[in-house]
């Protein structure tokens, strides 16, 4: 039973390009949540989402960023034209259900903005 | 939003127990507290949680105070691979964004 996936674990881009995350929850979680980690820094919340629908994006700032989970496939987390204080550590949780039950971490993915 | 308040870090000799704090109290009935730890350069991994009872399991105990408003995250013999960040936080059925403050460092030495 394969963990959570995120792809790619290092990301390049420059100031203006799209930064594309993706995350695969363990399987028969609907699930997801995305955080965000500066150097040194705890986990940022960004955005919680159910399969097709988002439920709470508070911690989004609110433009250039956006997130999906559609029916297939995996969790997306875009950044459109990226600035240098996007850099950061991306990480996606998932879990069965809601409340009290575990997460479930991928190893993030690193995105460094030249 | 419950709030969880721990030591920004703490030290401890290889072998020897270490005792991790956790104030939570503005923790209702139905939360949970979870512990998580995060390894250099990795995800935060799951340790251990519980509702009332002290909890035990592979890689730790979790001793949680009657009043439900603090706790105790126990590794009984810390090793170097030990060394990590480690987070408590209440999941709850009232709020359901898992927040993450800023946690314990803890350093092993050899």
């Known amino acids: 039973n394969a963990g959570v996936m995120q792809n790619p674990r290092h990301l390049v881009r420059r100031r203006g390009q799209e930064a594309r995350l993706r995350c695969s929850p363990m399987k028969g979680h609907s699930h997801v949540y995305w955080y965000r980690q500066l150097p040194e820094e705890g986990l940022k919340f960004m955005v919680y989402l159910q399969k097709e629908n988002i439920i709470d994006e508070s911690g989004m700032p609110k433009e250039r960023f956006s997130a999906e989970f559609p029916k297939e496939g995996p969790s997306i987390l875009r950044i459109q034209q990226v600035v240098r204080g996007d850099s950061a550590a991306y990480f996606c949780?998932?879990?069965?259900?809601?409340?009290?039950?575990?997460?479930?971490f991928g190893s993030g993915t690193q995105l460094s903005v030249l | 939003d419950a709030k969880t308040t721990q030591p920004n870090s703490m030290e401890s000799n290889e072998e020897e127990p270490v005792h991790l704090p956790c104030n939570h109290s503005?923790?209702?009935?139905?939360?949970?507290i979870h512990w998580y730890r995060q390894l250099p350069s990795q995800g935060p991994e799951y340790v251990i949680h519980g509702l009332t009872s002290n909890v035990n399991n592979r890689m730790a105990s979790l001793a949680i105070a009657e009043d439900r408003k603090s706790s105790t995250l126990i590794l009984h013999r810390a090793t170097l691979r030990d060394a990590a960040v480690y987070y408590c936080i209440l999941r709850t059925g009232g709020s359901y964004i898992p927040t993450f403050g800023r946690g314990t460092s803890l350093i092993v030495h050899p």
């Open positions: 949780a998932s879990s069965p259900g809601a409340t009290e039950e575990k997460l479930f």
């Open positions: 503005t923790i209702s009935g139905t939360d949970y």
